[in-house]
């Protein structure tokens, strides 16, 4: 089965950039979307096929996949940021949804 | 605007069985493939399973720890989405969520709803 690794954890001071990896075998051959969640809520869609933003995302979240690992990159961190993100893809050789483990971001 | 909202949680002994329900609004119902998607408390998200419309085939997928136990089905003249869960173990711990968008993506999701299957 397909497999997304995901860092437990990283850490950004206030206003730095934030870069949360997301790897996979060839995985720049697949849409990888990403979602935000904060404690006690339901995540939230924040990058979808790659690159896009849904409506009412800030234009500081921004995506980027290639080879074998995709990046969620956060500019300019704030405070509220503070959250565990997911990345997700659909592997079509099994057709099951896969989702990496998670990344806690801590604003420090 | 759209809503989904999961009901049906609540506590269960091991081997015991739960159907969870999503009710939809604010998009056609009948065109969305679904998922539901689970996080065991303090874990990460784990996809569940996945159906599609119907004018799509109907297909039902599910995740290698579900499989043979959980059944997603769909009443579309009620907007509503139904996970029957079966032989249940602690492993199943979980809050359940509902899931749909465009894609391989979930743009929406529930509020969940919590099963706690306790022996």
């Known amino acids: 089965s397909y497999v997304l690794t995901q860092p437990p954890s990283v850490s950004v001071a206030p206003g730095q950039t934030a870069r949360i990896t997301c790897g996979g075998n060839n995985i720049g051959s697949k849409s990888v979307h990403w979602y935000q969640q ?5 995540p939230v869609l ?5 690159s896009d933003r849904p409506s009412g995302i800030p234009e500081r979240f921004s995506g980027s996949n290639s080879g074998n690992t995709a990046t969620l990159t956060i500019s ?4 509220g940021d503070e959250a565990d993100y997911y990345c997700q893809v659909w592997d079509g050789s099994s057709d099951h949804v ?4 998670g990344t806690k971001l801590t604003v420090l | 605007e759209v809503q989904l909202v999961e ?13 969870l329900s999503c009710a939809a609004s604010g998009f056609t119902f009948s065109n969305a493939w679904m998922n539901w998607v689970r996080q065991a408390p303090g874990k990460g998200l784990e ?23 959980f059944t997603i089905s769909r009443d579309d003249s009620k907007s509503t989405l139904h996970l029957q869960m079966n032989s249940l173990n602690t492993e199943d711990t979980a809050m359940y969520y509902c899931t749909t968008g465009s894609g391989s993506q979930s743009y929406y999701w529930g509020q969940g709803t919590l099963v706690t299957v306790y022996s």
């Open chain 1, 98 to 101: 896969v989702f990496g483990g």
């Open chain 1, 38 to 42: 904060k404690p006690g809520q339901a």
């Open chain 2, 47 to 69: 996809w569940v399973g996945r159906i599609q419309s119907k004018t799509d085939g109907g297909t039902t997928t599910y995740a290698a720890p579900v499989e043979g136990r």
């Open chain 1, 76 to 79: 300019r961190v704030e405070a």
């Open chain 2, 7 to 19: 009901s049906g949680g609540g506590l269960v002994k091991p081997g015991g069985s739960l159907r």
């Open chain 1, 46 to 50: 924040v990058v979808y096929d790659d």
